[in-house]
């Protein structure tokens, strides 16, 4: 996919968490629209990027870092990290930046945001941001459909999915779609002080992710029912607590229970979202 520039590419937009699922994609469609990249790493050094790519060394939650980090650029792909948000603003508003665009979530929009340990930690990037004059964009994801590489060891050793709830609905969004809406935002005007929730073009239940997943590596996958009790024993030797309760709460709360599609990717980006099975296609190799 080539994405063409709308506007005067001339300025250096930086990529946070360049690295990342996301922001890897983030950086490529950029380079595709000829646009200047810099991205920030802890350690610039181990930093695997297209060598166009300025790498700097910087770090979100030590603010002294960024201002040579934000010399001269004018937009911002931002994930979410609250500490040091506000020496972030800081150093943003001093060094002249004009949009951010933040990998937020869709749970701060739930009717629980202000007890959810999840939102509360996207919230509070999104407030600072929202109080300080410079123009922001929010992208607020459901869940990525990245969640189910949790599932690519046993997968690659025991052709086997262990899940508490396979009947469990989720909207699972591809990444390389979160990045083209971050994309959008960034190089299309109109977008300044918008938030977007995403989620992927169908609701899915863990059984029906697990016979994709199948069905792109070419060799069955054995669904196995666990007990909670276990699946949080598992899924904490890859995930932070705080992301496993959040996940096996949002589980027990839509098993059995089709969850509603948003339409807004293919809104911003003009083209349909990318399934599941495109997804699981994509990422064969991490299950085979």
């Known amino acids: 996919m080539t994405i063409q ?3 005067d590419v001339s300025d250096v937009i930086l990529v946070t968490g360049a690295t990342g699922n996301v922001g890897r994609h983030v950086v490529q469609q950029l380079l595709a629209a000829g646009v200047p990249v810099r991205a920030t790493s802890r350690r610039p050094e181990s930093v695997n990027l297209p060598g166009q790519v300025e790498v700097v060394g910087a770090d979100l939650t030590q603010p002294a870092t960024l201002p040579a980090a934000l010399a001269g650029v004018r937009k911002v792909f931002l994930y979410a990290e609250p500490r040091g948000i ?3 603003v800081a150093a943003s508003k001093a060094a002249g930046v004009k949009h951010v665009v933040l990998l937020s979530s869709s749970s701060v929009v739930a009717a629980d945001a202000e007890t ?3 939102a509360r930690l996207h919230l509070d990037v999104e407030r600072p941001l929202q109080a300080s004059g410079i123009p922001w964009t929010f992208i607020r994801p459901g869940a990525f459909a990245t969640n189910s590489l949790m599932w690519a060891h046993s997968i690659r050793s025991d052709s086997v999915v262990r899940t508490p709830y396979p009947e469990s609905h989720s909207t699972p969004i591809h990444e390389e779609d979160l990045a083209e809406v971050a994309v959008r935002a960034l190089l299309d005007p109109g977008h300044e002080n918008a938030s977007y929730v995403l989620s992927g073009p169908e609701s ?5 992710q697990a ?3 199948a069905e ?3 060799r ?3 669904l196995e029912v666990i007990t909670p009790a276990r699946a949080r024993e598992e899924m904490s030797r890859v995930m932070p607590p705080m992301a496993v309760d959040a996940l096996l709460r949002y589980q027990a709360l839509s098993d059995g229970s089709p969850l ?9 980006t003009g083209r349909p979202a990318r399934t599941f099975a495109q997804w699981a296609r994509d990422h064969a190799s991490d299950f085979r």
């Open 5 to 7: 520039p709308s506007h």
């Open 86 to 88: 506000d020496g972030f």
């Open 211 to 213: 016979e994709l997943i």
């Open 260 to 268: 509603p599609v948003q339409a807004t990717a293919r809104d911003v």
């Open 204 to 208: 899915l239940t863990q059984r029906r």
């Open 216 to 218: 792109a590596i070419g």
């Open 116 to 118: 959810s340990p999840i």
């Open 220 to 222: 069955p996958v054995r």
